[in-house]
């Protein structure tokens, strides 16, 4: 009952003239002819498949590679990298023998397919890349975008993303600690659905994707392989979207996290034993991506048998079996003398796992379904060799005007009155709004070593139980000041990170990126992607913070509109004693608030520009890497001394965003004095970087005030904790009361 | 002497390490218990630890019922084995028989993860002894299906016995008939609740309090003092 003769490289060598469906599959006509170029003949079926995946954007990274090379050009000496990007995930050495891998990817497109499965199967491929370099996941954080809070579309989108991340992540036991929700019409379209992990391993546990040792087995073990996400990578994940095609679900994946937990389980004991010489997850373009880059890496060839490959629907056809990107899926290389062992843990885990394959000391990778033999390629042009585009880019016209629309020109309130009814309308607005109706439906608490987990500056996770080891991660990233300027808003949203993560207490070591943008096809966008990770690299060397990995999502728009340049940076950090954490809540009536770094008249871009006036232009903030530097270190020393009880990064809503917040998570209120030189409602509502809030106990003031000093770090003390309103002296007070009610109502009323 | 407590790993487990860890923390040895196998090891006590057993896709807890190490445990709760249920291992104890009700969806429909409230109603239970009856403590809560329901009769007869173990307090998170967190047997060695005392054993973590911990100390006084 076969459909149609087997294309064989028999076949295909035989009939050079028949045509290949390169198109439908993604490829450009160029494309198509390098591989024909690269083979001498024309590709069978199965090998047109590969090709197609793996050269699509989403793994190929075509559009971007010139462009991301700078992270690796331009990153700063640290002695913290153990393997930087090209791998799964990248490793940091934490100290204590410890070292710590984290990621973050973008699932963007299929979420808003199918907003649960979309959403979950993201959680599940980022997790599986932390455990294919050999660390036990501790931690998951999602920074999210959605169209405007109260488009009815955005009713459909964020409750499914955020059951499908809980549903997946919950189920996985990881505790969720971080992310952000960011409403904007820009997204309306295109959710961004970014989900990072991070994971623990000793030093010696390293693992890598790599296939060596001739004799070596090939061993698929995980979920059976289905029809579903045949083409994922290449069809959803690097095409803007168009009405006038067919739907798009068939291509999104379905995920089981029961599976993926069994598959954690059953790897790390694997691992344990010492039973894998290399290890690839199966996501973006399956079969294919994990043969292929597995060959590629090491030093030898590989023969894969197709037909052993465990199918869940008996009909598919080898070139789908190679294009299936069904989830929960893992290749191993391991020794012949371990196999049984490694099958055995399988079996435990009741896992199913199957030898499909051997490496060879050729340099092929071979594939044979039927006996016959489908695929014959270097590996090396299906993984690396794929086309590499320089696209060009250009300052869009409308930038100047853009830029010249001068936030500062807005009318700004003129009465005490009219600043406190401003400060309510801000800290309700569906961005500044408190999430928690949302982060409620993650566990934070699994794995018992949860210090610090939003709304905290940053997620915060104890790693040695003994000492009290521990590592901060945060997440930024504000579309809004990259579309003014996409170098410095890149800047500023690695900025915040990093001072999010120095905030709590912990040093900032690493960091990695998910770079959200429009088509690369217009130049207007290739501009804005040059220019962000120009400033994201330039950024990275200054602040000694290396970019270990991440991810590019392109193709973000829907038709003409291209989603806000949007890079969300994730910083990695580590505290020597989680018990010297800084939270964000008041602790202690009587103690001193002060203000670190400058407050200048900055409003382009602001959240209060965006809520009072629905108005997006001028600059964003200066960024001045070197005040940040200095910011987090006196904020680190602070913790570590105990000179500080709570602190809180100043960014976007401003001050009195960051003092809200603090006071409604203490239950404390604070008095507020408007400094000299500033007026109230610069003071407020300005979103100038490197700055902090800090609660310093009165009997520490001293030695605080002189560290600051002696460092050269403007601290301004402007008000005290205490009562239970929020009040700016001669200007407004608020109840804790009527700001509670403000803040956490907004997300329930949207969206429950 | 110390006491030695089980605790089950079934497949979909996922706060196995953070019972042990608990356990630890209170002072008595944890033993891992494996669900393939129907051996206890002896040990004093067992826990069944939260998470989603088959990933719970048949209905919480009723696939892990049928494990071998369930064939034991249930012989051995019925002639006086200490077992405590926490969440998915409440659900499991339910399915099993060895503790009345059954738990439903949450009315809301979401996953929910909160600092919840709870009143010990029972301090004489083999895991409670540790607290007083009234006393008001905060753990985590973390479930999807955590609505607790039991016919009319049920619910007479445990709110008649005194059976009530523990009730939610200011907010009942998923619409449990009576506000019920909890329950206890008769006997009062197999006891089953929805939140997570383990998560709440050590100071900084989780919500920072240790309201949790008098659990597994209770357990461990009885013992050894038995």
């Known amino acids: ?752 | 002497m110390t006491a030695r407590i089980g605790v089950v790993t079934f497949p979909g487990s996922l706060d196995d390490r953070d019972t042990q860890r608990a356990i630890r923390v209170a002072g008595a040895e944890p033993v891992a218990l494996w669900h393939k196998d129907k051996d206890l090891k002896q040990v004093d006590a067992v826990v069944l630890c939260g998470g989603f057993s088959y990933g719970d896709y048949l209905r919480a807890g009723a696939i892990a019922r049928f494990s071998p190490v369930m064939d034991t445990l249930i012989d051995q709760a019925k002639t006086g084995l200490p077992v405590l249920g926490i969440c998915n291992g409440f659900q499991i104890l339910t399915e099993a028989h060895l503790l009345p009700g059954g738990m439903l969806g949450n009315d809301h429909l979401h996953f929910i993860c909160r600092d919840q409230k709870l009143r010990v109603e029972n301090a004489d239970t083999a895991w409670t002894s540790d607290y007083t009856a009234g006393q008001e403590i905060s753990i985590p809560l973390k479930n999807m299906d955590g609505r607790y329901v039991a016919d009319r009769r049920t619910l007479d007869e445990l709110e008649a016995e005194g059976r009530v173990a523990f009730r939610y307090v200011d907010v009942n998170p998923n619409g449990s008939l009576n506000d019920i967190a909890g329950v206890t047997n008769a006997a009062g060695n197999v006891v089953g609740l929805m939140p997570h005392p383990e998560h709440a054993v050590e100071p900084l973590i989780g919500t920072g309090r240790t309201d949790g911990l008098p659990f597994f100390t209770s357990i461990l006084k009885k013992l050894v003092n038995a």
Not at chain 1, 187 to 202: E, T
Not at chain 1, 367 to 392: C, L, N, Q, S
Not at chain 1, 416 to 432: C, M, Y
Not at chain 1, 550 to 558: E, K, M, R
Request: some cysteine; aromatic content about 6%.
């Open chain 1, 1 to 752: 009952m076969s459909r149609t003769p087997l294309d064989t490289v028999e076949h295909a060598t035989a009939t050079p003239d028949v045509e290949l469906p390169w198109a439908e599959l993604g490829l450009k006509k160029d494309e198509y002819e390098r591989v024909v170029e690269i083979l001498g003949r024309r590709p069978t079926g199965a090998e047109l498949a590969m090709y197609s995946v793996m050269w699509s954007e989403h793994c190929s990274y075509k559009s971007s590679k010139v462009h991301l090379r700078q992270f690796g050009e331009k990153a700063p000496e640290s002695d913290a990298l153990l393997v930087g990007i090209g791998e799964n995930a990248g490793v940091v050495d934490v100290g204590q023998g410890y070292a710590v891998t984290f990621k973050v990817e973008s699932h963007n497109h299929p979420s808003y397919v199918e907003p649960y499965q979309g959403a979950a199967t993201g959680v599940g491929g980022i997790v599986r890349d932390i455990i294919a370099m050999g660390a036990r996941p501790v931690a998951v954080v999602d920074p999210l975008r959605f169209g405007a809070a109260d488009h009815p579309d955005t009713k459909r989108v964020l409750p499914g993303v955020v059951a499908g991340i809980g549903g997946y992540g919950n189920c996985l036991g990881l505790p969720n600690i971080g992310g952000e929700v960011v409403f904007d019409a820009c997204y309306q379209g295109n959710p961004l659905v970014n989900a990072g992990a991070i994971g623990v391993m000793r030093h010696e546990d390293i693992h890598l994707a790599k296939a060596s040792g001739a004799g070596n087995k090939v061993i698929l073990y995980g979920a059976r392989t289905g029809g579903d996400g045949i083409g994922g990578a290449s069809i959803l994940a690097s095409e803007t979207f168009d009405d006038a095609k067919p739907s798009k679900r068939p291509a999104v994946q379905v995920g089981d996290p029961f599976q993926e937990k069994l598959l954690i389980e059953c790897t790390l004991e694997a691992f344990a034993e010492k039973l894998v010489v290399g290890i690839q997850d199966l996501g973006a373009a399956g079969l294919s991506c994990a043969t292929s880059e597995l060959a590629s890496n090491g030093s030898g060839g590989m023969r894969v048998t197709l037909d052993d490959v465990p199918l869940r629907d008996s009909t598919l056809s080898p070139e789908e079996i190679l294009m299936s990107e069904s989830q929960e899926r893992m290749c191993a290389v391991v020794e012949p003398g371990k196999v049984d062992r490694f099958l055995e843990i399988c079996d435990k885990w009741d896992v199913i796992a199957t030898v499909i394959g051997e490496v060879t000391d050729g340099d092929r990778l071979e594939i044979f379904w039927h006996g016959e033999k489908i695929v014959d390629v270097d590996p090396r042009t299906v993984a690396h060799d794929g086309p590499v585009y320089e696209r060009p880019y250009a300052r869009p016209d409308w930038q100047d005007a853009l830029q010249a629309d001068d936030a500062g020109k807005l009318p700004r309130p003129a009465s005490g009155e009219e600043l406190k009814d401003q400060v309510l309308k801000l800290v309700s607005s569906p961005n500044q709004a408190s999430k928690q109706w949302i982060t409620q439906q993650y566990d934070h608490f699994v794995q018992g070593n949860t210090v610090l987990a939003q709304p905290e500056d940053s997620g915060m996770i104890r790693i040695d139980e003994e000492t009290g080891l521990g590592v901060a991660i945060a997440t930024d990233g504000n579309g809004r000041y990259a579309k003014l300027d996409p170098y410095h808003g890149a800047q500023l949203a690695l900025a915040e990170a990093y001072r999010n993560v120095a905030t709590t207490g912990a040093k900032p070591l690493a960091v990695s990126d998910c770079l959200n943008f429009g088509s690369p096809e217009d130049p207007a966008v290739m501009w804005q992607f040059a220019e962000a990770v120009r400033g994201l690299a330039d950024g990275c060397r200054q602040l000694g913070t290396p970019v270990t990995g991440g991810n590019v999502s392109l193709y973000n728009q829907t038709g003409e509109a291209a989603i806000h340049p949007t890079p969300v940076v994730a910083v990695l950090g580590v505290i020597d004693d989680v018990a010297r954490r800084t939270p964000v809540a008041f602790q202690e009536e009587g103690q001193l608030l002060y203000l670190l770094g400058d407050t200048r008249e900055e409003f382009g871009g602001s959240a209060w520009s965006q809520v009072i006036h629905d108005h997006l232009g001028g600059l964003p903030p200066q960024v001045d890497l070197e005040r940040e530097k200095l910011l987090a270190e006196i904020l680190i020393s602070a913790s570590r001394d105990g000179m500080i009880d709570s602190a809180h990064d100043l960014s976007d809503g401003g001050l009195v965003q960051a003092v809200v917040e603090s006071a409604l998570l203490g239950g404390k209120g604070a008095r507020l004095i408007v400094p000299d030189g500033l007026d109230a409602f610069t003071f407020l509502f300005s979103e100038s970087a490197g700055r902090a809030i800090v609660a310093v106990p009165r009997s520490e003031e001293l030695r605080f005030t002189d560290m600051c000093g002696a460092r050269g770090l403007p601290a301004t003390r402007v008000g005290v904790v205490d009562g239970d309103t929020v009040e700016v002296q001669g200007e407004f007070a608020l109840t804790l009361t009527e700001l509670r009610e403000a803040h956490e109502n907004t997300i329930p009323s949207l969206l429950a």
